[in-house]
C-alpha cells in the first residue's frame, strides 16, 4: 500500500540537518508552527533575486512579473479551498488579521444592539477577542457552545443558542488544543436556516486535509500560512464575493483604491479592497510554492500517515501511568494535536524537560485561556504533528515523559 | 535524558521550596494586595502583604505556577519578610539583574539567599519569566499598583 515516505520528507525540511540540545531534533510543535521545505524557501529566494518588484503599480518588466507571480498564487490559493473565484481570496498577514478584518468590517456594520454572536468555548483567543469586543462595542451579545466530555462541540448545546438573534457563527474547523474536527457543513446550514452568516478558524485544518469552502458553504474562512510550510507574515481570508462587495474597507492606503480627490474616495474591487499597502509579495509566492509542495505529496496519504500516527501517539500516551489526555481519545474526528498533563508536573516544567531531549513541544494555555478554563486546568502539554513525523519521534516522546516522571518524583 | 542538565536547573533547594512553598496562602489581613500572571503559560501568583512602620511584617502567596515560578515565590517571601519597602525593592532590582545576566558584586548577590540558586535559569531563557513573576508581583504590590486592569 502506498505511503508517504517520512525519511525522504525529512531531507526536505533543512531545520532537521542540526542538534537540539545536543540531541536529534523532534519536532511536534506543528501546530504552533510547522516547518519550512527547501523548496518553498528556494521559491522565495528566486523571486526576491529575479523578479522583486512591487504589484500592481509598475508599468515596467519586474513589475509585471511580479505580480503575474503573485496573482497566480492567489489563483492557487483559491484551488486548493475550493473557491469558485480567485477574487474571494484575501491575502493578509495571517489568521489573527483575517479574522480581525471580518469583525472590524462585516461586524462593525452588520451588528447592532440585542444582536447575538455564538462562537464555541474552543476558540483560539483571535478567533474569540474580535468577537467579544465588537460584541461590547455593539451591546450585543456573545454566546458560546459548549463542549461534551469527549471534547466535541455539543451539537444539541449550538441548536439551543442558535436563533433568529445570531448574526453571526464563529468557530474554529479544529481545535488548536484539543485537535477536534468540528462539523462545519451542518453548522453552516443550521445557520443559515436562522439567516446568521459563517466564519470559520482553518488554521489548524489548511494542510491536514483538503478543504473546500464551496462546499461547505462557509461565508468566511480564514487561515495562515506558516502553518502549511510556508513562510510567516502571509495568510488567507476567503469571503464570498457578495458579502466582501458591501463590505468596507478594513485598512486605508494605497492600492485599495479607484479613485481619490481632496474631499474623498471611491474603493477597489475586491479583493484590493482589502489589501492596503505594499502587500507580503515573497510571503505570498512562497505560500503558493507550499501549495505546490503539498500537492506533491497526495492528501489520501498525508491524512492516512497523519490518523495512523495519531492513533499511535493516542495509544502510547495512554499507557503512561498519571497522563491525562485531553479531547477524543480515539484518532478519528481528529487531527494530530493532542493535549496532555502528566500527574503532579507543571506542564512547563514538562516541556523544559522534554526540550532538553530535544522534543519540541508547547506548554502553555495555547491561546485558549476559556477553554483551559472549562477543561479545569491552567495549562497542557502539547504536540502536534506533521508529514514528517514518525513513530519514532512518539517513541521518544514517551521514553522523555517516563525519565521526566522519574525525575520529578524523586522529590515527592 | 540529560539528567545532568536537568539537574542544573532544577537544584534540590528550588524542587524543596516547590514541595513545600514557605509562606503558602493568603493573609487575612493585609494591606497591600496584587495579582500577577505569566501570560505565555497563564501561571498566576496572588501576594498579600502586610506592612507596618514601613516594614513588610507578613507575606503570603497562592496560586498556580510551574516549580519555578512556586520556588521564587517561597524563596522570595522567605527573603523579604521583616525588611523595610526600601531594602525589598532593592532586593528585588538585584534579582532582576541576576535574571538579566547584569553583573552584580557577589557580595551583594549573597542577599539573596536561596534564591540565588535560580542563577542557571539563564541557560534556560524561556524559563527566565517563571522566576522573575513572583518578584514582579512584589514591585506591583510595593509600588502601589494594586490590581491587574482589565481592558475592558
Ligand atoms: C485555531 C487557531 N486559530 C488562529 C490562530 C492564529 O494564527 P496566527 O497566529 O498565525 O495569526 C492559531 C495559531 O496559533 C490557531 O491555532
Redesign the pocket.
Known amino acids: 500500500m502506498a505511503k508517504l515516505n517520512t525519511e525522504k520528507i525529512k531531507q526536505d525540511f533543512p531545520i532537521f540537518n542540526q542538534k537540539i540540545n545536543d540531541e536529534t531534533l523532534v519536532y511536534l510543535d506543528n501546530?504552533?508552527t510547522s516547518q519550512i521545505p527547501k523548496f518553498v524557501e528556494e521559491k522565495v529566494r528566486d523571486f526576491n533575486e529575479k523578479e522583486r518588484a512591487n504589484v500592481h503599480r509598475g508599468v515596467h518588466a519586474l513589475g509585471l512579473r511580479a505580480t503575474n507571480q503573485y496573482e497566480s498564487s492567489r489563483q492557487k490559493v483559491a484551488n486548493f479551498i475550493g473557491a469558485n473565484n480567485a477574487k474571494e481570496v484575501i491575502f493578509t498577514s495571517?489568521?489573527?488579521?483575517s479574522l480581525n478584518l471580518v469583525a472590524a468590517s462585516f461586524g462593525e456594520q452588520n451588528i447592532q444592539a440585542g444582536d447575538e454572536i455564538l462562537v464555541s468555548i474552543m476558540e483560539?483567543h483571535?478567533?474569540l477577542l474580535p468577537w467579544q469586543q465588537l460584541a461590547k462595542r455593539k451591546q450585543a451579545k456573545l454566546n458560546f457552545i459548549e463542549i461534551n466530555s469527549d471534547g466535541l462541540l455539543d451539537i444539541e448545546n449550538l441548536k439551543s443558542k442558535i436563533s433568529s438573534k445570531t448574526k453571526i457563527v464563529a468557530l474554529?474547523h479544529v481545535s488548536?488544543v484539543l485537535g477536534t474536527i468540528n462539523p462545519i457543513k451542518e453548522l453552516t446550514d443550521l445557520a443559515h436556516e436562522k439567516g446568521a452568516i459563517v466564519v470559520v478558524?482553518g488554521?489548524?485544518a489548511v494542510g491536514h486535509f483538503p478543504i473546500d469552502v464551496a462546499e461547505l458553504n462557509v461565508d468566511f474562512y480564514a487561515f495562515?500560512g506558516?502553518?502549511m510550510f510556508a513562510p510567516t507574515g502571509i495568510?488567507v481570508l476567503y469571503g464570498k464575493k457578495d458579502l466582501l462587495d458591501k463590505m468596507p474597507p478594513y485598512r486605508l492606503g494605497g492600492e485599495m483604491i479607484a479613485n481619490v480627490t481632496r474631499e474623498g474616495a471611491t474603493w477597489a474591487e475586491v479583493p484590493y479592497k482589502f489589501e492596503a499597502g505594499t502587500p507580503n509579495i515573497a510571503g505570498a509566492i512562497g505560500l503558493g510554492a507550499a501549495i505546490d509542495y503539498l500537492q506533491s505529496l497526495d492528501f489520501e496519504l498525508i491524512q492516512k500517515h497523519e490518523q495512523e500516527l495519531t492513533s499511535y501517539a493516542l495509544e502510547k500516551l495512554k499507557n503512561v501511568l498519571g497522563l491525562t489526555i485531553y479531547g477524543p481519545q480515539k484518532s478519528n474526528g481528529r487531527i494530530g494535536v493532542i493535549s496532555f498533563n502528566l500527574k503532579n508536573i507543571h506542564p512547563h516544567d514538562l516541556a523544559t524537560a522534554l526540550d532538553l531531549d530535544g522534543i519540541e513541544v508547547r506548554a502553555g494555555h495555547h491561546?485558549a485561556q476559556p477553554l483551559m478554563a472549562s477543561l479545569n486546568t491552567e495549562s497542557t502539554v502539547r504536540a502536534s504533528l506533521s508529514i514528517y513525523n514518525t513513530k519514532d519521534d512518539i517513541d521518544k516522546l514517551v521514553s522523555s515523559l517516563h525519565e521526566a516522571k522519574e525525575f520529578f518524583s524523586e522529590f515527592r | 535524558m540529560s539528567l545532568d542538565k536537568l539537574r542544573s536547573l532544577y537544584k534540590a533547594v528550588i524542587l524543596d521550596h516547590a514541595q513545600m512553598p514557605r509562606n503558602y496562602g493568603q493573609l487575612t489581613d493585609f494591606s497591600h494586595e496584587t495579582t500577577v500572571y505569566n501570560p505565555s503559560c497563564g501561571d498566576k501568583i496572588h501576594l498579600t502583604i502586610l506592612i507596618e512602620n514601613n516594614k513588610i511584617k507578613k507575606i503570603a502567596f497562592n496560586g498556580e505556577g510551574c516549580t519555578i515560578s512556586k520556588a521564587s515565590a517561597s524563596m522570595m517571601t522567605d527573603l523579604v519578610k521583616g525588611k523595610s519597602i526600601k531594602e525589598a525593592i532593592e532586593l528585588s532590582q538585584l534579582f532582576s539583574n541576576l535574571a538579566a545576566n547584569k553583573k552584580s558584586d557577589t557580595l551583594k548577590l549573597e542577599q539573596l539567599g536561596d534564591a540565588q540558586v535560580l542563577v542557571n535559569i539563564m541557560q534556560f531563557p524561556a524559563r527566565i519569566k517563571c522566576a522573575t513573576l513572583a518578584w514582579w508581583g512584589l514591585d506591583r504590590a510595593l509600588l502601589g499598583k494594586e490590581k491587574e486592569e482589565e481592558n475592558d
Open positions: 501546530a504552533a495571517g489568521c489573527t488579521d483560539h483571535s478567533n474554529t488548536n478558524d488554521a489548524q495562515s506558516h502553518k495568510g491561546c
